[in-house]
């Protein structure tokens, strides 16, 4: 309440007035959901197209039980995150990248989805409207989660025939429990994230459910997550359950290319692109166990992990350490490029800040 003696206020850009902010504990945020105020759903029919959407207040959501999404996981999400400047101002990272690749993730899934406009502006107006929950500059983000479902009834397996695009935000700090120090990783080898031909390479919620077996086990045996390997040959690099995996060795930096089973992340192309301005040569390849297990450094990029480094890999009996405990200078090289582009803290001459 404003007679909190002990609420934090924060320069607001919508108003020349200070925001008070959301009364939670901005010093311990994970990433956990925290419920804010309002969510964004547009709805349209099958055959048709997204026209007009609308902000309410943040609460459950009501479907049928034979809805697609419940029934077949007809359903894509994505994930963006919103930081606050010290001038107040907020700051989104290519939204427009998220949208398109929700179009492309659509096309596969059989759902009409927003145009690139009406992503970026649904996007916009949920964040302004749930100001008050973006963390403080240096205490995280605020994380947006735009989904897109088949939300009308189905029995028989077919496309709904009705789709829903809902967003809702939610305040986060570090995925990882380390936080940003080294994390522990288990090459699995039994189980597959993805198959050629599957839909591996687009953000359905599925590829998502597959991965917690063996993320499970990985974790009660002291792993933090489990990095996946083709299918085909068991040998390649694919991603790690919730991020894109590196490999550095001098000067070259080499992430698995796009081929269908794997994600294409932002924060993975991104840092490409940041990687090279930086003076290191990059590969898009096919990168195997041996490069893994031979590299100076491995991280892990993601919208919700950023730069995660690799501490340890563990392939069937052995473990191979790197960076002696610490950051390897590398990932902390390109975790400091790309969250000062990100914070707003240098200058942005990609072109890649949308700012509120
Ligand atoms: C993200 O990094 O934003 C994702 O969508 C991954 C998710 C498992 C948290």
Redesign the pocket.
């Known amino acids: 309440s404003s007679n909190n003696v002990n609420s934090l206020r924060v320069a607001s850009p919508a108003s020349d007035v200070a925001l008070e902010l959301a009364d939670i504990d901005w010093d311990n945020l994970g990433f956990g959901f925290l419920p804010t105020d309002y969510m964004y759903m547009m709805k349209c029919s099958q055959g048709e197209t997204f026209s007009k959407g609308e902000l309410q207040r943040f609460g459950n959501i009501e479907l049928s039980p034979s809805a697609g999404i419940l029934n077949y996981g007809q359903g894509l999400?994505e994930?963006l995150k919103a930081y606050r400047k010290h001038d107040g101002n907020i700051l989104l990272f290519r939204p427009e990248e998220n949208a398109t690749r929700l179009r492309e993730g659509a096309v596969r899934m059989c759902m009409p989805a927003p145009t690139v406009e009406q992503f970026v502006e649904a996007v916009k107006a949920t964040v302004l409207a749930n100001e008050r929950w973006i963390p403080p500059p240096g205490k995280g983000s605020l994380y947006i989660r735009p989904l897109l479902m088949g939300s009308g009834a189905v029995l028989g397996l077919a496309p709904a025939p009705e789709y829903t695009f809902l967003i809702y935000v939610s305040p986060v700090g570090n995925y990882f429990k380390e936080g940003l120090a080294p994390i522990n990783l288990v090459v699995e080898t039994e189980m597959h994230r993805a198959t050629p031909g599957g839909t591996g390479g687009v953000k359905t919620i599925g590829n998502?459910a597959a991965v917690l077996q063996a993320q499970s086990a990985a974790k009660a045996k002291g792993f933090s997550d489990v990095l996946y390997l083709d299918s085909t040959h068991k040998k390649y690099l694919e991603e790690v359950s919730?991020?894109n995996v590196f490999v550095v060795k001098g000067n070259v930096i080499s992430t698995p290319a796009i081929k269908g089973t794997i994600l294409p992340g932002i924060t993975r192309k991104s840092i490409l692109d940041v990687a090279v301005n930086q003076g290191f040569q990059v590969e898009e390849r096919l990168v195997t166990v041996d490069d893994l297990l031979d590299a100076d450094e491995v991280f892990c990029t993601?919208?919700?992990?950023v730069i995660s480094p690799v501490g340890s890999i563990t392939y069937l009996d052995s473990r191979v350490t790197y960076g002696n405990d610490g950051v390897g200078r590398v990932s902390q090289q390109l975790y400091s490029a790309l969250t000062s582009l990100q914070m707003g803290l240098a200058e942005d001459k990609m072109g890649w800040i949308v700012e509120l």
Not at 302 to 305: F, K, Q, W
């Open positions: 999400f994930g998502y919730s991020c993601g919208t919700a992990v």
